[in-house]
């Protein structure tokens, strides 16, 4: 009976000094933050070394723009949050790392939404090492877009100056910066490869007009921005295609004329706006129409008060005898051809709100042309 009430008083100290969790085996977990909690003042970072005068042209502009930008480039952590089935302990696990860049002096930085798809919280480490909880303040994963906002003070807060990636062409020199494998703060250089790409975004939608680069873009560059030879944001590098995972030249960045359009609408509403002529579509019937011989996306049917209905749009109707008749199938955009869903939602999203456009449709065999206004459905 002594050596029972010995041994049981001696796991009890054991379990005082370690804590009857960690004895039992819990999972070791990190301590919850409060959200978005200041974090420190940094140390000042050190003053930059001159740049040699015997440096070609070339270095010293690229070691000028990787500086500058340097100080918008952030390095993103995210965090998922689950419980323990046994002790029911809330446990924060990393998913993953990825760079991101400051869009504006009010705190919002961009990056791609599969960096934070699988994450709960998110924590954003600034130039100067200071680390920022983070919030996510709107998404469009159809272009893998993501802000989040942390709340730091202005001086720390120096944004990106933005660019126009239309004007690109292939050969253009381009600098890309970003914290690859979780390497802070790396630069590489390359040209434009190609332009007019295609990407798949995370929920499957295209993503058009992408550039193509062969500046280095491994695992951790994506959300970073990609720069022309005056540091003016031009994407946002997102992909590489690599058998192995590592850069293999071939890398693929957003182009920033989508990112600027995109960008305020996930500030301010959280999401962008869908652009559209109020029709829906039945993918059902619009391979049902290619069996019969016709290329083009077919009008399932037309909202009341749309653009679509006041240009005399039609629908899919019912006819005597219960007979289905086509409406209008849309077979061209300004004169390019369109065959799928997508690429007509794409056309409309590259026209943007607000605009007219000229519709090819086809009715009962015959095509006509209708102009109607593109909206923000």
Excluded: C
Aim: net charge neutral.
């Amino acid at each position: 009976m002594k050596t029972a009430s010995k041994a049981l008083g001696i796991l009890l100290l054991v379990a005082s000094v370690f804590g009857l969790g960690f004895f039992l085996g819990r999972s070791r977990q990190l301590p919850p933050s409060p959200p978005y909690e200041l974090a420190p003042p940094a140390e000042p970072a050190p003053p930059q070394p001159p740049i040699p005068e015997e440096l070609t042209g070339d270095e010293r502009r690229d070691i000028d723009v990787f500086r500058r930008a340097s100080s918008a480039v952030v390095f993103i952590t995210s965090i998922a949050v689950q419980r323990n089935l046994f002790s029911f302990d809330v446990m924060q696990i990393p998913q993953g790392t990825g760079s991101g860049f400051l869009w504006d002096d009010a705190g919002h930085v961009v990056t791609n939404f599969h960096v934070i798809q699988q994450g709960d919280r998110f924590s954003v480490t600034l130039a100067d090492q200071s680390e920022w909880d983070a919030k996510v303040v709107g998404t469009a994963p159809e272009k893998d877009l993501a802000v989040l906002q942390i709340e730091a003070p202005k001086q720390k807060l120096v944004p990106l100056p933005v660019g126009r990636s239309r004007d690109l062409l292939v050969g253009q020199r381009v600098l890309a910066v970003g914290n690859p494998f979780g390497l802070d703060h790396s630069l590489t250089v390359g040209v434009v490869s190609a332009l007019g790409r295609e990407l798949t975004s995370p929920i499957g939608r295209k993503i058009r007009d992408v550039i193509q680069t062969d500046a280095a873009i491994n695992p951790g560059n994506s959300g970073g921005p990609l720069l022309d030879s005056s540091g003016r944001l031009i994407g946002v590098n997102t992909a590489i295609y690599s058998p192995s995972g590592a850069s293999s030249g071939i890398g693929f960045a957003i182009p920033v004329d989508t990112v600027a359009r995109l960008i305020p609408q996930l500030i301010e509403k959280g999401r962008a706006s869908v652009a559209g002529i109020g029709v829906q579509v039945s993918p059902t019937l619009d391979r049902a129409a290619r069996r019969a011989g016709i290329e083009g996306v077919v009008i399932y049917e037309v909202i009341e008060g749309s653009p679509a209905e006041k240009a005399g749009l039609e629908g899919v109707r019912v006819a005597r005898g219960k007979r289905v008749v086509l409406g209008d199938v849309i077979v061209a955009i300004d004169g390019k051809r369109v065959r799928t869903n997508e690429e007509l939602l794409d056309a409309f999203d590259h026209v943007g709100p607000g605009r007219q456009v000229k519709l090819s449709v086809i009715r009962e065999g015959k095509e006509r042309d209708v102009s109607v206004e593109v909206v923000a459905m």
